[in-house]
């Protein structure tokens, strides 16, 4: 799980892929050789989310109903029925990368000072801040301690390690707020520990649970590392670029925290000296204006379609990472999910 960040070559001028915005693969079909586990997978998620006690049962609760995408359970049912047969112990493991995710979403909104997601109110905002806290340091135990269940114990290794470099991750981002001038090779180091790792620890203990070889453990944690850093750079670009009442979540809330992203990053790489002295103003000046005073600078450049060309290169990597699966409908799934990556609304 350590091994280094590998950028995919990328030519901007020569770029010839398909716009990701033009295929959108519909999730639920994309999943559907996997309902049944899932549906599994969700009764046992909420079972390890509850409480005999009728306040902390309803703030545990609250964030089990914020559900979403689920995308790091499917990861590992997927991978695992790709390359096997789900068991489970594949079940326990998907339920233990979506509580640990589940966490950092909570912790995530506070840090971010978002005041919804998925259309829903965040936990800091229908609770408080120390309850949003509480519940993100239970979700990380109770993960932990699922994962201590299992027969082997590489599952808490490998998830204690994912976790350790989520929040460090985390930690490295809050160290850049308000460096404007932060290298696109840090950027995505940042990426892959805050994002990208567990969606790669769910690849490849979804591999693992089936016994797969150990070329093809590999190719699923390659696979699980590239589709997550394409998701979070397409992330980065829903903040800028998205529709707020889709997306489900408060837009512009990385400007508003002072967070470099890609976007931002392209623009400034692009301006002569005199404009990018300007822009600068605006990063520096009042956070609440920044989104509206850059939208006219960001409509003018190339960011929008370099940060969708840029999360593409690592949709075409994910989908290389698969050559050695064997064809399957849980094959394309992957293949699909990685394209679904850096089409979706929210």
């Not at 545990?60 to 914020?66: E, F, T, V």
């Not at 949003?132 to 340091?137: Q, Y």
């Not at 989104?291 to 060309?309: C, H, I, N």
Request: with cysteine.
């Amino acid at each position: 799980m350590n091994s280094p960040l590998k950028t995919p070559t990328f030519h901007p001028a020569t770029y010839g892929g398909p716009h990701p915005l033009t295929t959108k693969p519909d999730i639920a079909q994309l999943l559907r050789t996997i309902r049944e586990p899932m549906a599994a997978v969700e009764s046992e998620l909420r079972a390890s989310m509850r409480s005999r006690d009728p306040f902390a049962d309803a703030l545990i609760g609250y964030g089990w109903s914020l559900g979403g995408k689920r995308l790091r359970p499917a990861l590992v049912l997927l991978t695992s029925q790709a390359l096997g047969s789900i068991t489970e112990e594949t079940r326990r493991l998907a339920v233990v990368v979506e509580l640990v995710h589940t966490a950092t979403l909570v912790h995530d909104d506070v840090l971010d000072g978002a005041s919804y997601r998925r259309h829903v109110p965040t936990v800091h905002t229908q609770w408080d801040t120390h309850c949003s806290i509480l519940l993100g340091d239970f979700l990380f135990t109770e993960a932990y301690y699922q994962a201590s269940l299992c027969d082997s114990p590489l599952p808490s290794r490998l998830v204690g390690q994912a976790a350790k470099q989520l929040c460090e991750g985390e930690i490295r981002q809050r160290g850049t707020i308000d460096n404007w001038n932060l290298p696109v090779d840090q950027y995505l180091d940042i990426l892959r520990g805050k994002t990208a790792e567990l969606c790669a620890v769910s690849t490849c203990l979804g591999a693992w649970s089936v016994k797969a070889s150990p070329e093809a453990i590999q190719a699923a944690e390659r696979y699980g590392r590239n589709l997550g850093l394409a998701f979070q750079i397409f992330d980065d670009w829903l903040d800028l670029w998205g529709d707020d009442t889709t997306v489900g979540k408060s837009l512009g809330t990385d400007l508003v925290t002072g967070k470099p992203t890609l976007p931002i990053l392209r623009l400034l790489e692009t301006l002569d000296k005199d404009d990018r002295t300007e822009v600068m103003k605006i990063l520096h000046g009042d956070a609440k204006q920044r989104l509206e005073l850059l939208r006219p600078w960001l409509e003018k450049s190339d960011a929008s379609q370099y940060t969708l060309e840029f999360a593409e290169r690592y949709v075409s990597a994910a989908i290389s990472d698969l050559d050695c699966f064997p064809d399957s409908p849980e094959k394309t799934a992957l293949e699909l999910l990685a394209r679904f990556s850096v089409s979706r609304q929210k």
